[in-house]
């Protein structure tokens, strides 16, 4: 008789919150010839709104969103249509696939390395087609989805990082990128300006990856950041970061007000937004904080959704819109590293006992729960 092992399906609650949990006991998988088996110990929480992954709901962000991974999916061979997603309160690539834990048993026939064998911790890259994470067992074809988690990194810190951190962090790059031709084109500027919109998981990881990615980096005193925050839990956040400007998003203010206070609250029109939001005000109104030639980064799933509706009026206003896809998994090793050591600082989480997914999804509906809701599956001491 086979071994058995939990799985946890969270669907989308419906008006009374009833009945979005179900769990169920499954044989363990056994284990791939050339893969591995992993014992899940932490999982983000968030449900799906239906059977396509086409959304789904947690606690990173209140104007949240996420990216796809075509690229970084077609070098592992893997050849995939990306599923649409909407972002919702959301920083979950895919629901239940944020998943840190250790590895349980590998296969016969795997080419094993030093870095991950029975016992190592580690974090699950999300490609398409990655296993259902909300099991206490999930098996994976091959190590090229596994990153190892250093000792003196939390595995409930880890299962943050390969989504919404991961979005954030390449979003980051690649407005350095615009930021190098900002200060060294042929129409270089002395100082350049950032800003930042939102307050959830998103845009708080970008703000604290960013801070310390200049902070390092040759520009670092011709750089200035700001945030725009929608929610005064975001703007105390927010004010963590030394150097940083702060401005309100109150939206019982008219938008011409709400760009003025922007613009001055930066020091002027800037020239890169990194925008976490969702919806067309948002987006607008971050055009109309950019200087002549600024560029706006958005994710993947906005840019679907968005970027037919403004590619004209940017080309009207001469700026830019620039999709952003989630990160390789080499910047997924860099920026374990970078928590590991302490150099990034995680945004608030909790930890919730896979037991409780019902009321976590309750308090998630509610915006009952600080940062980022971490379902546990196990105990690994």
Request: proline share 6%; glycine share 8%; charged share 25%.
């Amino acid at each position: 008789m086979s071994k058995l092992c939990r799985q946890v399906s969270i669907e989308s609650p419906g008006p009374t919150l009833k009945e979005c949990v179900f769990s169920f006991d499954v044989p363990v998988p056994d284990v791939p010839m050339y893969g591995a088996r992993i014992r899940v110990v932490y999982a983000g929480a968030c449900y799906r709104a239906n059977r396509t992954r086409s959304a789904s709901v947690c606690s990173t962000s209140s104007v949240g969103s996420i990216g796809s991974i075509t690229g970084e999916l077609e070098t592992f061979g893997i050849h995939s249509s990306t599923p649409a997603h909407i972002g919702i309160r959301d920083g979950a690539l895919f629901p239940g696939y944020e998943v840190a834990g250790v590895v349980d048993a590998v296969g016969k026939a795997a080419e094993r390395t030093d870095d991950i064998k029975e016992g190592t911790r580690i974090v699950l890259y999300p490609y398409e087609g990655v296993p259902h994470g909300y099991a206490e067992y999930i098996v994976v074809p091959d190590f090229k989805c596994l990153v190892r988690v250093p000792d003196e990194l939390p595995l409930s810190v880890a299962a943050m990082l390969p989504t919404g951190a991961l979005l954030a962090m390449n979003t980051v790059y690649t407005a350095s990128e615009c930021l190098k031709r900002v200060l060294e084109g042929p129409d270089h500027k002395d100082k350049a300006k950032v800003l930042i919109v939102g307050t959830g998981g998103l845009a708080l990881w970008a703000l604290r990856i960013a801070t310390h990615y200049f902070k390092h980096g040759k520009y670092h005193e011709r750089i200035s950041i700001s945030v725009a925050t929608l929610k005064d839990e975001g703007f105390v956040l927010a004010r963590e970061c030394e150097e940083v400007n702060v401005v309100q998003w109150t939206e019982d203010l008219y938008e011409k007000q709400l760009i003025e206070r922007t613009t001055d609250a930066c020091g002027g029109p800037v020239d890169v937004v990194l925008n976490f939001g969702t919806t067309s005000r948002s987006l607008h109104r971050s055009l109309q904080c950019l200087a002549t030639g600024g560029v706006a980064l958005v994710t993947e799933d906005v840019g679907e959704k968005l970027l037919p509706k403004f590619s004209k009026k940017a080309e009207q206003m001469n700026v830019n819109v620039v999709v952003v896809p989630n990160g390789s998994i080499e910047q997924l090793k860099e920026l374990v590293g970078l928590v590991a050591r302490g150099e990034i600082e995680p945004p608030p989480h909790s930890v919730f006992p896979a037991e409780e997914a019902q009321e976590v999804v309750r308090k998630l509906c509610n915006s009952e729960i600080k940062g980022r809701a971490i379902l546990k599956f196990q105990n690994i001491d």
